[in-house]
T-cell receptor
Framework: GNSVTQMEGPVTLSEEAFLTINCTYT??????LFWYVQYPGEGLQLLLK?????DKGSNKGFEATYRKETTSFHLEKGSVQVSDSAVYFC??????????FGKGTKLTVNP | GAVVSQHPSRVICKSGTSVKIECRSL??????MFWYRQFPKQSLMLMAT?????????EQGVEKDKFLINHASLTLSTLTVTSAHPEDSSFYIC?????????????FGDGTRLSIL
């Protein structure tokens, strides 16, 4: 089945810093890839997705590119804000496979 | 707006009580829903797949008799934690795919914080 490995945190950055959270996957075939965000005390929200190789998902200044050659889907943002503080989950889902998550990365952005 | 509604958002009850959590899909039908448990160090564990009109599929290590799942309609799945004990205290989250096909993104409820005294 599919599996996802993401950078373990916590990650602490200053406002306007550059963010990268690494995510790699293993899968038989070509899963769809997702980044979800969880704000304190809430459920998960879909942040962005990519369904095939070289697709770039983007939302709210975040981007991630589906790299088949490196089986990666790293999340990036050029300038983080305090409001981006949350836990970020990388996920992979393909065909009849269930959605599998990485362990989550907690991001704290300080003013 | 929210596409999956989960209720209640918080429950505090005594040990031995059974607790029911509802997960509703809003304005769409969900033949499949998923139930997760989130542990303190933030990792999400898939507990079971809820299937409308048939039995739920439980993940290895999840007690079927402890965590009863009923998917009675195309918009409602319920998770009942039976005879809850303090070790069942956790954050429970449901999700449903919006649309057909195995690659559709999941939409999540806001979670239920269960605290057993």
């Amino acid at each position: 089945g599919n599996s996802v490995t993401q950078m373990e945190g916590p990650v602490t950055l200053s406002e306007e810093a550059f963010l990268t959270i690494n995510c790699t996957y293993t899968a038989t075939g070509y899963p769809s890839l997702f980044w979800y965000v969880q704000y304190p005390g809430e459920g998960l929200q879909l942040l962005l997705k990519a369904t095939k190789a070289d697709d770039k998902g983007s939302n709210k200044g975040f981007e991630a590119t589906y790299r088949k050659e490196t089986t990666s889907f790293h999340l990036e943002k050029g300038s983080v804000q305090v409001s981006d503080s949350a836990v970020y989950f990388c996920g992979a889902q393909g065909g009849s496979e269930k959605l599998v998550f990485g362990k989550g990365t907690k991001l704290t952005v300080n003013p | 707006g929210a596409v999956v509604s989960q209720h209640p958002s918080r429950v505090i009850c005594k040990s031995g009580t059974s607790v029911k959590i509802e997960c509703r899909s809003l304005d769409f039908q969900a033949t499949t829903m998923f139930w997760y448990r989130q542990f303190p160090k933030q990792s999400l564990m898939l507990m079971a797949t809820s299937n409308e009109g048939s039995k739920a599929t439980y993940e290895q290590g999840v007690e079927k008799d402890k965590f009863l799942i009923n998917h009675a309609s195309l918009t409602l799945s319920t998770l009942t934690v039976t005879s809850a004990h303090p070790e069942d205290s956790s954050f429970y989250i449901c999700s449903a795919p919006l649309g057909q096909g195995g690659n559709q993104p999941q939409h999540f409820g806001d979670g239920t914080r269960l605290s057993i005294l």
